[in-house]
């Protein structure tokens, strides 16, 4: 016994070793690293040289859905409130009516080609229904890819808050199946929609609202506080639950209040939950992989490539046009966001639901599901970083934030302390503090010079190896960093290219513009200035990266904040 | 494509020039150019250079600008460049002030070449080597040679 236990222990920690040493191959192959994840587990299981035989359920479905609450609390803080400009409505419409969609025609495609009812069809079709913003996001930055924010928001938000949708479908579809009443599906239906998102919407806020205030009012060590955080979350979670809401919605919007107020020792928990959300990546991939027996899934092959097929290429695409109409989003975007359609663990979690309510064919679905996610990894996610690419939907990655020192003030939640020490050849270098391009909302409180602290006089010279000390609003560093990077770093050359090497006012008349440069405007743009034309021509909220070709000019949105258009870049074709 | 040595002369390159302020430096290069070109009044090419750049700044960062127009009677693409002895508040992107800038007048008629050749510019003083070898220049002609001489 005593044996046993350490050989677990041992066992774990080697396939997780082995899962983190594979995620610099990740990169390197431009693979998700759930994938190879997912490998590791298979070739640790029964058919690979690992031989573990692993066939609980019940633990795998505990394992994962504490896995995906965790998964869902850092999403939901690492969703910035800014992002719903643009992308929250055509994100909640694709969660919704587009799991609908997707789920449905899936689902008339799953009954045919395995001639089951519809009904067993449609659980299948709910069961893959989700996308997965992880996986996506995790691909693009490997990649060194920032998305444009109109489909980055998009796809964000809508994978933070379409497994909701999904689970429910599937939960209720699994009910419909269990029971023998012939009532009204239809309004069952929406009543159990409703009570799942009602209850996990309003615990979902209360939640994160009594969350943020114990954060601030208690007095702990600071140790504590992610570890509050974390264990808040996951109370309301399976309250949520028990009650009969949506606890997946419920654990979300508490990330999503937590992320996007002030907070005591934010920093903190978004570390802590940041190697959490990791390692329960990494825990259920492995696991869901020992729990596949890999030569099973020969025997559905077929029918699961012809499913994934319409997913792929029929469900998906339907799906995001349909849902996507209102919005007019450009079509290469809508073309984009049908492609990223990418599965991860909620379906392989969704599909243990049949094991446990013990019905026929639910090692079918099982397979199934683990093909289709295993297809849609492979195919959509080897291919996002280059479409991306191909489409021009990225953008310059934001200059990194490195080395900057942030102390918390304890009782002064929107303040912080941070420490930027001066690199020779950074924009800061070399400024006389006066001409520092600072926020205003920015205080210069001293500098540090070898062992000298120096009042922060207008007329003093930053030099080399100095350390800027500044109280910011909690909000702004991210401003902050391009003014200590060293210049120039790959993404300022990136960017010089990207948007051109000139920088427009946005309250510039277009006719000006094109009479410098000798352009013929058109004539119904005539008297507008340049954020007028941008919003008539390319999209009515624009995006940084939008741009418009205006004879051998071109025009990119280089710089925005609260929806307004700050700067314009000016290329040279 | 033109080189630099196409577009710029020895009498048109400024090593070290009076700063001040923006305006006055526009006058300085208006004056430079004019006594340069006679068949392009100070006034006009003062004029053009300004309205181009309330279109925004046309500096490029790092110190860097590269002021640009079309103008009436100018048959050729004009560059013009200069270094700045004390560094000029531009209005730049990045803030910061500019001591290194290369000014292009091109004909009224326009060209794709017009554009490529600033683009190329563009390029060229984009190119962190290119503007410190520049900007350690002594006097003119060694601005010159440097600016002309120079392989990318």
Known sequence: ?573 | MQTLTQILSPGRTICRAPGGSKKRLFETIARIISEDQLSLPYAEVFTQLIAREKLGSTGLGQGIAIPHCRIPNCSQPLGTLLSVDEPVDFDAPDNQPVDLLFVLLVPQEAHQEHLDILSHVAGLFSQTEFCQALRAAGDNQALYDIATGWKS
């Open chain 1, 1 to 573: 016994m005593i044996d046993a236990s350490y050989q677990l222990i041992l066992l774990c920690a080697f396939l997780g070793l082995v899962s983190i040493a594979i995620t610099g191959l990740s990169q390197r192959l431009g693979a998700p690293s759930l994938l190879l994840f997912l490998l590791v587990g298979m070739l640790a299981g029964e058919d690979g040289p690992g031989g573990i035989h692993f066939d609980d359920v019940g633990t795998a479905f505990l394992v994962g859905n504490i896995a995906l609450a965790i998964i869902l609390l850092d999403g939901g803080m690492r969703t910035h409130v800014s992002s719903f400009r643009v992308g929250l409505k055509p994100a909640l419409s694709l969660a919704t009516l587009g799991v609908a969609i997707t789920s449905g025609i899936v689902g008339l495609v799953a009954a045919w080609i395995l001639d089951w009812p519809l009904l067993n069809g449609l659980l299948l079709g709910a069961i893959v229904g989700s996308t997965d913003a992880a996986a996506v996001f995790g691909l693009l930055h490997g990649a060194g890819l920032e998305l444009k924010q109109r489909s980055g928001a998009t796809l964000e938000i809508e994978s933070g808050t379409n497994d909701p949708m999904a689970i429910f479908l599937t939960v209720s579809l699994l009910g419909l199946l269990g029971s023998t009443s012939s009532g009204n599906i239809g309004v069952a239906l929406l009543l159990e929609f409703l009570q799942q998102m009602g209850f996990g919407g309003i615990a979902g806020l209360a939640g994160g609202w009594l969350l943020q205030k114990l954060l601030n009012w208690l007095h702990l060590p600071r140790v504590l506080y992610p570890l509050l955080a974390v264990s808040f979350g996951l109370c309301v979670f399976g309250l949520t639950n028990l009650a009969g809401g949506s606890g997946f919605l419920a654990i979300y919007l508490i990330g999503l209040l937590l992320g996007n107020r002030p907070v005591n020792y934010l920093r903190d928990i978004r570390w802590l939950l940041d190697g959490l959300a990791w390692l329960s990546q990494i825990g259920m991939f492995l696991l869901l992989g020992l729990l596949v027996t890999p030569s099973s899934l020969l025997d559905v092959a077929l029918p699961a490539l012809v499913i994934a097929a319409a997913l792929m290429l029929v469900a998906r695409p339907v799906a995001v046009f349909t849902c996507l109409l209102p919005f007019r989003l450009p079509l290469k975007e809508q073309v984009f966001i049908s492609w990223v359609g990418l599965k991860g663990a909620v379906p392989i979690i969704l599909a243990l639901f049949p094991y446990l309510s013990g019905m026929e064919h639910s090692a079918t679905y099982f397979q199934v599901t683990f093909f289709v996610v295993l297809l849609s990894l492979c195919f959509q996610g080897w291919t996002i970083a280059p479409l991306a690419r191909r489409l021009q939907l990225d953008v310059p990655p934001l200059v990194e934030d490195r080395e900057h020192l942030g102390v918390v003030i304890p009782g002064q939640v929107d303040r912080e302390l941070l420490a930027y020490r001066i690199h020779a050849g950074s924009p800061a270098d070399a400024y006389v503090l006066g001409r520092l391009p600072l926020p205003d909302s920015v205080k210069t409180v001293g500098v540090l010079r070898t062992d000298q602290v120096l009042q922060p006089r207008d007329d003093l010279r930053l030099a080399p190896e100095d350390i800027l000390v500044l109280l910011t609003p909690s909000h702004e560093s991210d401003q902050l960093a391009g003014l200590f990077a060293t210049l120039p770093t790959r993404s300022h050359l990136v960017s010089s290219a990207f948007f051109g090497p000139f920088t427009l006012q946005p309250d510039v008349l277009f006719d000006d513009l094109c009479a410098a440069y000798g352009v013929a405007p058109d004539p119904d743009l005539e008297g507008l200035d340049l954020d007028a034309v941008l919003r008539r021509r390319v999209h009515a909220q624009p995006v940084v990266g939008d741009r418009l070709r205006v004879g051998n000019i071109e025009l990119v949105v280089k710089q925005m904040a609260q929806g307004r258009i700050l700067q314009v870049g000016l290329k040279l074709c």
